[in-house]
Each structure stands twice: as structure tokens, then as C-alpha cells.
């Protein structure tokens, strides 16, 4: 959203629902930590996830599962101080989501109270729309998560695409309907996310799920070629961090190896 007006103001969701309308598209993008919601939002991305993806990310696990609503608040609160324009996003992490609506506020609640963010991400099929609707009844806004959804890997038998056409557009109407302010559409077929995104009022945000989704979101480290392993197909690096990075630290140690660091200059007297 690069309009002149919207340049130096914090977003807003409405801001999402105003891009919807207007057919241009949303940005989002992954941050755990201070340096990387502060670059996000200097790029001027419009949305900034604090994913339970941080639990693959930063912890090195195989699956979101572990992440717990502490690790969220810790993360959520540093990305949110970082970020000035951009709206923060905070991920509801497993099992939270189906453990009844009352349950659902007090987490989404808490996670509002303890970062500073501005809303929620959940991850849920049409079996979450009473939790979806209460929460945005507390006024939080949600914004959901159909498709692959990872904290349901096991379930859906791996990382894999979602081809149910009847389920997938169920869940999105239901998210509409519950009062989401968007819907990341994961790992979807992309003429299917495209007739999503037409049935639906309300923005989706696709990761996976082609070019006709009213915004996209990567996870940062996929974006800057900084992920370790596990980079899906679907992804572009427009950067290679993690070869400058392990260039950078090798030069270091064959310096301090060989005598060449500190060199005078960096030297305190
Ligand atoms: O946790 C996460 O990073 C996500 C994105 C991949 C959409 O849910």
C-alpha cells in the first residue's frame, strides 16, 4: 500500500479491506525479533506476521507444535515495538484455538495486552467460526488461516497441498462470515484460491496458493536465503544471507587464525 496519504501513518485492518476493494495487492512478511520487524517495516511491507513458524525457524523443530503462548508474547512483544507503520500480526499458537470460545478470548486477549500487536492469526477450519467470531466480538481482530495448516501437519498426513474444494471454500466463507479481517490461504491450488478470493469479501493472504489472492506473505528467512533446510517450492530468495553470512564469519576465523584480527587500528590503547 504505497498510497502518499498512507505513507507515514500506522495501518489500520481497515486498511486490508480498503485494499481488497481497490484490487491492490497486501504484503506480509514474517519477524521473530527486534532487527527483523525493524527491516520489515522499513520496507514498508503493510502486514508483519509473528508466526508460530518461529518454533521450525529459530528453534530448529520439525513442526509449529511446540510453540507455546509464552514464546509468542516474548517474540510478539520485541517485533512490535520494532515496528512503527506496519500491522502486527501475532500468531495463536496450538492448541488454544479448540479449547472453547472463553479460552480462545483469554489467549487472544492476553496476546493483545502483553505485545502491544494489533491482531491475531488462528489457524482453523469452518469448526472455528464461533471461536472467530468471539474473539472479533471482544474486539481483536482475527485474521484466519485455512488450507495447510501446519499445527494440523499430522492430520493432514504431512506438508502437503489442499485440494478440497468444498472444505476450503466452507472454511473462508466461514471466516468471512465470523468477521475475519483476511484469510492466509496456505498451500492451495492456485485457480481454487483464485475462486476463494472471488467468493469471499474480505482479503486473502496467500503463501503457496498463486498469483490471484489479494496479498501474499513468506516466511522472512525463506525470503533472504537465510533458512537453514525445508525451503518449499513455492518460494523466491531475493537475497543469499546465509552465504554472505557464513562468508562473513569464515573470513573472521581464518583471520583470528592466521593473526590478522584485530589489526592495529582496532586496537584500544
Ligand atoms: O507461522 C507462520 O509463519 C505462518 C505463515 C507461513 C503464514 O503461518
Redesign the pocket.
Known amino acids: 500500500m504505497q498510497d502518499q496519504d498512507n505513507e507515514s501513518r500506522s495501518l489500520t485492518i481497515r486498511d486490508l479491506a480498503r485494499a481488497k476493494q481497490s484490487g491492490r495487492p497486501i504484503s506480509m512478511v ?1 519477524a521473530y525479533d527486534w532487527w527483523s520487524g525493524s527491516l520489515a517495516d522499513s520496507a514498508g511491507v503493510d502486514c508483519v ?1 509473528v ?3 518461529l518454533a521450525m525457524v529459530v528453534a530448529g523443530r520439525e513442526t ?1 507444535l511446540s510453540a507455546t503462548i509464552e514464546q509468542m508474547i516474548y517474540h510478539g512483544e520485541i517485533v512490535s515495538r520494532a515496528v512503527q507503520r506496519a500491522i502486527v500480526f501475532v ?1 495463536l499458537p496450538f492448541p488454544l484455538q479448540h479449547l472453547g470460545v472463553g479460552k480462545a478470548i483469554e489467549s487472544a486477549a492476553r496476546i493483545l495486552q502483553e505485545t502491544g500487536c494489533q491482531a491475531i ?1 488462528l489457524e482453523g477450519t469452518s469448526g472455528q467460526q464461533d471461536v472467530i467470531a468471539g474473539i472479533v466480538e471482544a474486539g481483536i481482530p482475527v485474521m484466519a ?1 485455512v488450507g495447510l495448516r ?1 499445527q494440523a501437519v499430522h492430520q493432514l498426513g504431512g506438508y502437503r497441498i489442499q485440494r478440497d474444494r468444498e472444505q476450503l471454500l466452507a472454511d473462508a466463507t466461514a471466516a468471512a462470515a465470523a468477521g475475519a479481517c483476511g484469510v ?1 490461504l ?1 498451500c492451495v491450488p492456485s485457480k481454487l484460491a483464485a475462486e476463494i478470493t472471488a467468493a469471499i469479501e474480505i482479503p486473502t493472504i496467500g ?1 503457496g496458493a498463486g498469483l490471484d489472492c489479494d496479498g501474499q ?1 513468506l ?1 522472512l528467512h525463506d525470503l533472504i536465503g537465510l533458512s537453514i533446510d525445508r525451503i518449499p517450492r513455492f518460494v523466491r530468495s531475493y537475497a543469499d544471507t546465509k552465504g554472505t553470512i557464513l562468508d562473513a564469519v569464515t573470513s573472521w576465523r581464518q583471520d583470528v587464525e592466521s593473526k590478522k584480527f584485530p589489526a592495529e587500528s582496532e586496537t584500544l590503547a
Open positions: 514474517t506476521l508466526g508460530d513458524s509449529t500468531d492469526k488461516h501446519p492466509v496456505e503463501i506473505v516466511v
